[in-house]
């Protein structure tokens, strides 16, 4: 078998020949065709047919028609039969933990190592489930997602690519403090790690998350719907507050996400700069037009409502928390609707977390009940999100140069999104991990 040619080609390729010819030979990576029977342009928003994606080592190196041929020595993978797109991007996701249930106390049940390898498990069903990137907004146990980034990135766990907050930054017994301890018990700091009571102090946890290893900021501006006692509709920040966190953060080169469910504490987080609003659940026409205004992005997950509303009442999970479920679920898609209307830049985010992971996909035909075109909605969770986390030059189209993360569902996908919830194809960074 090995005659003068193999041998010839093996030399080359081992970097045994002399002089530089085969060395440059040998270290270009090898390439991979994707055969596209449907395309997604999310760029331009359109559908092409009969495309090749080219993908060599990590990166994409380019989109062409099926004419142009597959280069020689390209390994081919198939998905005539398939839509091609974009890796998803969710905008909205808590890796670290055990999915929410009934038993609210569970944070502190469990140690840091089971709450990490809860993340280890959660990463790979976000990937699986053709996510190949996340803004991950906040854990109860300040850096366990920084810990599960560094791993994905290191090649040491399978995920998404992660952006992560750390911790949330939050006022004392305000939405991002975990309940289930007794008011005169005192948690460690490990669990209270964001907690700021003044601007000052918002500067210096700001400081600290960023110096500790987060990738932007999580302010919680009111109170939650999952946070025991804590009232959406209440302002927990002075907007001078939130524009601390903004203007340290912006130190740093990054931004600020504000979770803000009240209209007043909505209109204050925009005022003060931060880059996105999640939820939005109470907004109202004045915070719209300010949105609208500022270019502040919205991340509402108008999924989930439906979520806790059937498993929550089904598992008997707290009472308060199912009743101020259905006081934000059906206000917040109308908000939605009307932000849509207006012209606020949407992202794609799902709280996921709050449901098993891997069900992300599920918001997106409600993207479109709620009042984007099928087309959008795919924007939303792929070129708008990259926009937002500030990685749209690595990440959220098919564009030469960027990372080969590529996902397919069977089918023309656009025709109904619900295909989504049956990811046929996931590539990472030119690595497969789901194959039809
Ligand atoms: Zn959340």
């Known amino acids: 078998m090995p005659g003068g040619w193999t041998w010839l080609a093996l030399a080359a390729l081992l970097s045994l020949a002399p002089g530089g010819v085969g060395r440059a030979a040998a270290q270009q990576p090898a390439l991979t065709a994707i055969r596209a029977g449907r395309l997604v342009d999310v760029d331009r928003g359109e559908v092409r047919r009969d ?4 993908v060599r080592g990590e990166r994409i190196a380019a989109v062409q028609p099926a ?8 390994r081919v993978i198939d998905l005539r039969r398939y839509t091609v797109l974009p890796g998803l991007i969710d905008c909205h996701t808590h ?3 055990e999915a929410l249930a009934a038993d ?10 089971q709450e990490a390898m809860s993340g280890v498990r959660n990463a790979r069903a976000t990937l699986l489930a053709g996510f190949t990137t996340v803004r991950d907004v906040g854990t109860y146990r300040a850096f366990v997602d920084a810990g599960l980034r560094d791993a994905i990135d290191d090649g040491t766990v399978i995920g998404p690519r992660m952006r992560v907050a750390g911790a949330y930054v939050t006022v004392s017994t305000g939405g991002g403090e975990l309940v289930g301890a007794a008011p005169d018990v005192s948690l460690p700091l490990a669990y209270r790690f964001g907690v700021a009571n003044s601007a000052d102090q918002v500067r210096e946890r700001v400081r600290v998350l960023l110096n500790g290893g987060a990738d932007f900021i999580k302010v919680i501006a009111t109170g939650a719907v999952l946070t025991r006692g804590t009232k959406p509709g209440v302002s927990e920040y002075t907007e001078e507050e939130i524009r601390a966190a903004v203007e340290q953060a912006a130190e740093y080169g990054t931004f600020v996400a504000a979770h803000a469910h009240g209209a007043e504490g909505i209109k204050r987080a925009v005022r003060a700069g931060v880059r996105s609003i999640e939820h939005g659940s109470l907004i109202d026409d004045e915070g719209i037009a300010l949105m ?5 992005w919205l991340v509402a997950d108008i999924w989930n409502g439906d979520y ?5 009442r089904a598992q008997h999970w707290p009472a308060d928390v199912l009743r101020k479920n259905t006081e934000t679920t059906e206000a917040q898609r109308a908000g939605f609707r009307k932000a849509v209307a207006a012209g606020v830049r949407i992202a794609y985010g799902t709280d996921s977390g709050v449901y098993p992971h891997g069900l992300n996909a599920s918001q997106l035909p409600y993207m479109v009940k709620y009042g984007l075109t099928p087309m959008q909605a795919i924007q939303s969770a792929t070129i708008s999100a990259a926009q937002l986390m500030q990685w749209e030059d690595r990440v ?3 564009a030469p140069g960027k990372f080969a993360d590529i996902v397919a569902v069977e089918g023309d996908a656009l025709a109904d999104l619900r295909r989504f919830m049956k990811m046929e194809f996931v590539m990472k960074g030119g690595t497969v991990y789901r194959e039809p």
């Open 51 to 54: 495309q090749i994606v080219l």
């Open 67 to 74: 004419s142009a041929g597959i280069p020689a020595g390209a």
């Open 95 to 97: 890796l670290i933990g």
């Open 104 to 113: 609210v106390l569970q944070p502190l049940e469990r140690t840091e190592t």
């Open 292 to 296: 609208k205004q500022h270019g502040t």
């Open 308 to 312: 806790i509303d059937s498993v929550g």
């Open 396 to 398: 959220g189209s098919l």
